[in-house]
């Protein structure tokens, strides 16, 4: 298992947060957010944090980058319903050579619901192992 | 983290597999599988392992229970294509009195394509933790 | 088939319009959004126009009514791509006693994406039909 | 609305089924499948239905062509709840030079659940429009 950290459940240790609304079209029968509708909200913040510190993921694919996954980590502390508002906060957690972390925490009105980390490389459109831009490992 | 279960990439480690074939809605733009949607595979592999042991999720649900997603854990070593025919091996990794870590390998023509591991619990329809049920227990 | 609208591609036949951004988990291997994916995209703005007008869906929900898809119809005119901003503009096109449509039009940057019209009625939880609520057939 | 056929709820009139069990991350808060979770079943059935007929889509995709989706409708009328065993009907209703349609119908346990239509282009993998192949115009 790569991934190592373990995201902090206090709002202040991140650098960024975004907001979204619960779709009912992420919710189950169990009345709550699917478990794996998280990962599409934390892609939402990652790439919404990319576009906030300048390097918005659009750019970066047409540079001939995309950043893979490597391993995805979710933690359900306490689940999310329908429309309810989330505050999804990232931080950037490690940077490596050829990888990089990212950490983030979900709360709903200040509350924590997740916490979650997920493990990226950058590759080629055709999936060949490429260095991390510079702009990213100087960020590490 | 309470996922401490490192999955073997060895199929005979297994106790049971699921195949189940990638679908076109599951791929993104980066032409493989979205890295969310290996989850609701898990979750196929996982249900169908349950029926297969006798104890079908929906006869769990009838008797008040719900198995929630407590964490999730992923790591992507190859992507998936569409239309492949994905192996999903599962094994109950672990048992304690109040949850339980499924540990999952994913195949394709015996290659290794990624592991995962899901921890979980018992609750009521409205979300109140319970004890796992004595089966689950004795399985440990 | 019940859906007879066929909705307008002039954004001023529109009373209420909402903004999204296409999200990466909704790319396919096409690299364009799934079709599957507008689905929860009118959904997603039908629920912001019933907020708007005053009758969020959750008060809806609450007073034991859900109002459930009778059906649904996406015409795909030009694809919508990652991280586009897209406008959904929303009407409620029709109201009869037992169901009402609304019509949908996504434009990116004022050009044409898409058009959709959902059918629906009004449901209790369990899934028995009643009357749309007065309010709504006012509307009408 | 280019969609215009209304497809028959008698299974005798459809030449190929392709059968699939509803997952659990299919499901939404109202218990049931969600309405945008019918058309990646449809997809499935498709896909299923070209391979059937000795047009597996990856070979489709080979010779570089893309079926785009044009139009899609479906009507919900019984919902589908998870774990239940789906059978997806699935008819060529009609063939023009630049599009076809499939006509669908859902069954369980030969209850009718829902019916559906889809149009569809053929394009290059960079969206232009092409002439659909002879094999499938030949089926019309």
Redesign the interface.
């Known amino acids: 298992?790569?991934?190592s950290a373990?995201p902090s459940t206090d709002t202040a240790d991140y650098e960024f947060a975004h907001q979204l609304?619960v779709?009912?079209?992420e919710?189950?029968?169990?009345?709550?957010v699917?478990?794996?509708?998280y990962?599409?909200m934390l892609?939402?913040a990652r790439?919404a944090y990319l576009r906030h510190i300048g390097h918005?993921?659009?750019a970066i694919r047409a540079e001939g980058i995309?950043m893979?996954?490597?391993?995805?980590?979710?933690?359900?502390r306490k689940?999310l319903e329908?429309?309810e508002v989330v505050d999804v906060h990232v931080d950037l957690a490690r940077v490596d050579r050829a990888s990089f972390q990212m950490g983030y925490l979900l709360t709903v009105d200040g509350e924590v619901r997740a916490t979650g980390v997920t493990a990226h490389g950058a590759v080629t459109?055709d999936?060949r192992p490429v260095r991390l831009p510079t702009w990213l490992r100087e960020l590490g």
């Not at 919710?27 to 709550?32: F, L, N, P, R, W």
């Not at 699917?34 to 509708?37: D, T, V």
């Not at 893979?68 to 359900?76: D, F, I």
């Open positions: 298992m790569r991934i373990d609304r779709r009912f079209a919710t189950d029968a169990m009345g709550i699917h478990h794996s509708r990962l599409p892609e939402e790439v918005p993921y659009s995309e893979n996954v490597l391993e995805a980590w979710c933690q359900y689940p329908f429309d459109p999936g």
